[in-house]
Structures are given as C-alpha cells and as structure tokens.
C-alpha cells in the first residue's frame, strides 16, 4: 500500500503532498547527478499542517517524510516516491529511520532545552536517507522561547533538511514561524470515510462502526477508541446525562465532581501503565540493585522523572476533560439542530430521548449560551484554572 494510504477523506492534500515528494525526489536525483534541479519546485524545507483534531495532521506529516525518504526503483521508471514498500518508506512509518526524527510530547509544553536539540539535530546532513526531516506534531505546544529557538533554524535551514510541524490552526504557531512555512490545510473526514476505514482496517461491524463515526463527527481516533472501548463508551454515556443532572443546583455539583474523578482516573490509569516501567528503567540505567538502595548523586535524575511524570498525569487528566467537554459540546449542537429545523445528522441517536425532550424545554437562545458555557469552560482550562472550579462553573451556567 502506498503511504497515502493512512489518510482519510484529504484527497486534495495526498495530490499536493505526491506532487512536492516527486520534486523532492528530482531534485536529489538531480544534486546526485551534478545537475541543477527543476527551475520551479513545489518542495520547500518547511512546512506546517493544521486541521481540526482528528484530521489527521500527524498522520499526513508521516506519510510525507516516507515519500520523501522513498528508495523505490520504479521511480526511476516514472513512479511516484512513497511506495510503502521500501526500506525508506517501511522505516519512516514505523518510526526507526536514522534520518526521522519524530517528535511528540506527553507534558503540557515543549521547552528550550528540548528545541534546542532539534536544532542541533537539524544541522546534519543525512545519515543514510535522502533528506533529513523533523516531524513536530505539537508545535502549538512550543513555550515562546521554544518558539524563538525554533524560529532561526526554520528560517536558515541546512541544504537537506525538512521541518514539518502539526498544530490544531494557524494562530497557535508564532507569526514568525508561520510566515516561513508552507501551509496545508485538512478537512474533518466524512463520516462515511470513516466507517470504512473502521470496517476495512479494524474488522468492526458497519453498523458499530458507523454509530462511532457519526458520534465523534468525524475524528478517527476517537472513533476507533469508542467502537473498541467498552470503558470509552460508558464515560461517553455518563457525559451524555449531565445536561439533565444539571438541572438543579446539588445535581449539577455532583456532576462536575464525577466528570473531575473521571478524568483523574483516567490519567491514573495511564500512569499505571508507563510509570512503573519508567522508574525501573532508569532505576537499572543507574546502576540500581534489584530491590536496593540507588546510588549516590542519582537523586536529582530520580526527582527530574517523577516530576515529569506529575507534568504528564495533568495534562492526562486535562486531555480527558477536554474529550468529554467536546461530547458535551455536540450534545448541545444536536439540541440546536433540533430546534431549528436543521437537516444535519443527529450525532448522538442513542439519547434521542434526551435531545427531544431538551430541545422541546428550552429555545435555541439558550441552547446557544450554553454551548458558549462549555467553550468557556475548554478555555479556562487552557488558562491553568483549577479544573474542578472551572468545571462547577460551567453546569451553574448549564443549569441556568
């Protein structure tokens, strides 16, 4: 398959990507040969993909630098770079290409320290691939003095390197940083795209799958986890009852506390899972004993772990909060559709009830002050208010 494969719904974006990546790949064939290269390229060495979550930016970021680092013969014979088959493409999917760099972060932030190392890992030449490149799938979450040590490097390049950051839009990149890159743009994929991409890739029934799609509008991801994950569709379906729970001042607290406890079990869960292994792998790294005490001077590196690993479960617990306040959020839309008349599908078919009666109940003002609720609450959050004030706030506004 070739390495556009991975892509949903963005045809446009896999024609413009396929058409740098054959540019690219002429003008190393051209470099190799001592020609120049082709007088009007449409590759550049930096490039920035934005789209709504569940896009796919990461996604088409990938696929892109597997074309790019593409070693398959039938170019020479007029294919097009990204075969999915080869040694390039196979080690740049799969993340262990010596010339692919990928990086993504678990913590609420990228700093310096980190950014600075890309740089530096910029400055090479390629080790056995056709170009060196780095793929930045939180870019929004650079620091601005992140942002600042990322700008020179994006702005003076070495000769075979290839940035390609990820952000949700625009405006979460710096200007300076933006204005150097070359943008693309995804779409939200059809529901009905991504069905079947459940249904081909992942054996789930066309109805199960299609139920998924449909209920998180779109985001592949996310529909995978609720078409597989019994856990995900119950804290789905506890999301989904709040707006009712809210309708009085005791309801709406209890609410907020459990989609609080929610969240931290989640993050909880996570940490379980990674921070166990973590701890003695580097306890081992140090020269621990099984069971013993650690050597001397380890403390600090021990304290710098743990404390990434708080920075981690916050960000979980945020993640988590922000997945339910976006249910929260197309529950309202499917209320405001209802009472408008609207011809959409209903994304969330299983509670019809629930939308019918609410939508009978209230006018399409309220609704709207509503959903304007959550969106306060989803930027609170961002703002680094204590989650369970934020989230009490935002039912006090439901309720009201």
């Given at each position: ?163 390609l950051l990820c952000a949700p839009s625009l405006e ?229």
């Amino acid at each position: 398959m070739a390495v556009w494969d991975d892509l949903v719904g963005q045809e446009r974006l896999e024609e413009q990507l396929a058409a740098a990546a054959r540019d690219a790949d002429a003008l190393v064939t051209a470099q190799a040969a001592g020609e120049p290269g082709p007088e009007a390229s449409r590759m550049t060495h930096a490039w920035l993909f934005t789209g709504p979550p569940g896009s796919g930016r990461a996604t088409a970021a990938r696929a892109f630098a597997a074309a790019l680092q593409c070693v398959s013969p039938d170019r020479a014979l007029g294919g097009a770079p990204g075969c999915g088959f080869c040694d390039g493409c196979h080690t740049a999917l799969v993340g262990t290409h010596a010339d692919v760099e990928v990086v993504r972060t678990d913590l609420l932030s990228i700093g310096v320290k980190e950014t600075r190392d890309l740089v530096r890992r910029a400055q090479l030449s390629p080790a056995v691939g056709r170009w060196q490149v780095i793929v930045l799938e939180d870019a929004d979450r650079l620091t601005e003095g992140a942002g600042n040590v990322l700008l020179k490097a994006v702005e003076e390049p070495a000769p075979r390197t290839v940035w390609l950051l990820c952000a949700p839009s625009l405006e979460d990149v710096l200007p300076t940083i933006r204005s150097r890159c070359r943008h693309v743009s995804l779409r939200t994929p059809p529901v009905a795209a991504v069905a079947d991409v459940l249904v081909r890739r992942d054996g789930i029934e066309p109805e199960a799958a299609h139920a998924a799609a449909l209920a998180t509008q779109g985001h592949i991801d996310r529909a995978r986890r609720l078409a597989t994950d019994e856990r995900a569709r119950a804290r789905r379906a506890t999301v989904l009852k709040l707006p009712l729970r809210a309708a009085d001042v005791g309801g709406g607290l209890r609410a907020a506390q459990e989609l609080i406890d929610a969240a931290a079990e989640d993050a909880a869960q996570v940490a379980e899972e990674i921070d166990a292994r973590e701890t003695e792998e580097l306890k081992a790294a140090l020269g621990a004993a099984q069971g013993g005490r650690m050597p001397r001077g380890t403390a600090g590196v021990m304290k710098e772990l743990e404390e990434r690993q708080k920075r981690r479960r916050t960000r979980t617990q945020r993640d988590s909060l922000d997945l339910a306040l976006t249910d929260l959020t197309g529950f309202y839309r499917d209320v405001l559709a209802l009472q408008l008349g609207a011809r959409t599908p209903i994304a969330n078919e299983d509670v019809r009830d629930a939308l019918d009666r609410m939508a009978r109940d209230t006018t399409p003002e309220r609704t709207l002050r509503r959903i304007e609720a959550v969106l306060a609450c989803r930027e609170a959050l961002d703002s680094n208010v204590a989650p369970l004030l934020a989230v009490e706030a935002m039912t006090m506004e439901l309720r009201a």
